[in-house]
């Protein structure tokens, strides 16, 4: 799997948006970016994937820039229950036996 | 939908004690995952079911870890016996097919004394 580069952290302010950026500089053809996000004491939570194109759905923004080398997930109005712990990895499409292989995501602290 | 239950929610033992942990997952979903989360780590995957096959289970410490999913269904992960650095929260996920989003449950948190 291609690895991916977040930073541990981030603050945002309530209702502003929230851009969390990945970089995955070794990301294969086949390999799609993945985001999931961990609320303190709950399992992980699925939130958006994308291969090439920009995808939106009800909870966020998913940003892939043209060469697919970095990501921006974008939650357009973060409220307080958007803090937690947010995970981008890139997995194989086409390998049925490729893990999704979680590093150590940036924890999101949104602010009052 | 239901999502995947877990149980049980916290378990306590001692080292060298047996422990099990049980998933129900998503109705009709094919693909089952156990993973392990030590504190301030991301989840490590233990092992991958397709129906009752196994997929991977290349991260499975095989000399005290087993799971099975017999019917295709219900999925049960045992320890025995328990070491200290198993302490950690257990998560089950499921989705309908390998290649589809991962739904995970709210996992059974162990504690090795």
């Known amino acids: 799997d291609a690895k991916t580069t977040q930073p541990p952290s981030m603050d945002c302010a309530e209702g502003r948006a929230a851009n969390l950026p990945c970089n995955h500089s070794t990301i294969s053809g086949n390999e799609y970016v993945y985001w999931y996000r961990q609320i303190h004491s709950q399992g992980p939570q699925y939130i958006i994937h994308?291969?090439?194109n920009n995808e939106t759905n009800e909870m966020a923004s998913l940003i892939i820039t043209e060469d697919r080398k970095s990501s921006t997930l974008i939650l357009p109005h973060a409220t307080l229950r958007d803090t937690a712990v947010y995970y981008c990895i890139v997995r194989d499409y086409n390998n049925a036996g490729n893990m999704l292989t979680f590093g150590g995501g940036t924890r999101l602290m949104v602010k009052p | 939908e239901a999502g995947v239950a877990q149980s049980p929610r916290y378990k306590i033992i001692e080292k060298r004690q047996s422990v099990a942990f049980w998933c129900n997952p998503i109705?009709?979903?094919?693909?089952l995952y156990w993973y392990q989360q030590i504190l301030g780590q991301g989840p490590k995957l233990l092992i991958q079911?397709?129906?009752?096959?196994?997929?991977?289970d290349s991260q499975l410490p095989k000399d005290r870890f087993s799971a099975e999913r017999l019917k295709g269904v219900d999925s049960t992960l045992k320890i025995q016996p328990a070491k200290l650095e198993d302490s950690a929260v257990y998560l089950c996920?499921?989705?309908?097919?390998?290649?589809?989003?991962?739904?995970f449950g709210d996992g059974t948190r162990l504690s090795i004394l």
């Open positions: 109705s009709g979903h094919a693909t």
């Open positions: 079911f397709q129906n009752n096959g196994v997929v991977d």
């Open positions: 996920a499921s989705s309908s097919r390998w290649n589809q989003p991962q739904h």
């Open positions: 994308g291969l090439k």
